[in-house]
């Protein structure tokens, strides 16, 4: 089972809200990513896990919140967001830290629209 | 920086083969990939190579690996209607923290 599941499928969103995105994976891995996409571009790193501690913050502002409660789930809250955030987000997992050997498995992304 | 570097867009007919091709910076790079993003989707692994491989091949995808040249080549056998997706490559980031993506290549496959 190589299956990244993400919730919701899609999500729209004012600026005032505040909402989350979830990700899980069952297969043991202990690095976990989020990735921002924009329309025909390929996706960009946003956060990194590794073993449930933030590894690497790609100097995502503040707006974007991650959090790893477990070594299975990925949440990423998102509070105050612009309209230019609207993007597909990828989750990501791989057995530990992407490396020359780590094969990275992705989630079918949460598409977010914010108004 | 790191560029990878992929041609955008290729049409090709059913039945046809499809070739899809990118060039790599990073020579150190053990493992090279590809994925597949079909419209309103993630992205699926499709298949790897290890850089001590010339060529990999599985089932109607075959991977071609010139290290010298620092090229990476998908081609897609038969080629069908449901293949019509965005090919992404992917080599292993400096530190390899992550994954450096091309901008992907857009191939449309018409009837």
Redesign the interface.
């Known amino acids: 089972d190589?299956e990244?599941t993400?919730t919701p499928k899609h999500l729209v969103m004012g600026m005032t809200n505040k909402k989350s995105l979830k990700c899980e994976q069952h297969m043991g891995h202990r690095a976990m990513?989020w990735y921002k996409q924009k329309a025909?571009?390929?996706?960009e790193?946003m956060f990194?896990y590794s073993y449930e501690k933030l590894?690497?913050n790609e100097s995502v502002p503040s707006r974007f919140s991650p959090e790893c409660p477990n070594s299975s789930l990925l949440n990423l809250h998102l509070h105050a967001l612009q309209p230019e955030d609207s993007a597909?987000y990828?989750c990501?997992s791989s057995q530990v830290?992407?490396?020359?050997?780590?094969?990275?498995?992705?989630?079918?992304?949460t598409?977010l629209l914010v108004l | 920086g790191e560029d990878v570097e992929q041609s955008l867009f290729l049409s090709v007919r059913e039945g046809d083969s499809s070739v899809i091709n990118c060039t790599y910076t990073d020579s150190s790079?053990?493992?090279l990939?590809w994925?597949k993003q079909e419209p309103?989707?993630?992205?699926?692994?499709l298949t790897?190579i290890f850089s001590n491989m010339d060529m990999k091949q599985d089932q109607r995808l075959t991977v071609l690996l010139n290290k010298k040249d620092k090229h990476l080549s998908l081609r897609i056998a038969d080629t069908q209607t449901g293949d019509s997706a965005i090919y992404?490559c992917a080599e292993?980031?400096v530190g390899?923290?992550?994954?450096t993506?091309?901008?992907?290549t857009m191939l449309l496959v018409s009837p």
Not at chain 1, 97 to 109: D, I, N
Not at chain 2, 40 to 45: D, K, R, V
Not at chain 2, 101 to 104: A, D, E, I, L, Y
Request: proline share 10%; no cysteine.
């Open positions: 190589t990244v993400q990513y025909k571009k390929p996706p790193l990194v590894s690497i597909l990828l990501a830290l992407a490396g020359p050997q780590e094969t990275q498995y992705f989630g079918p992304g598409r | 790079s053990t493992y990939y994925y309103g989707a993630g992205l699926q692994l790897y992404f292993p980031a390899y923290s992550t994954l993506f091309g901008k992907g």
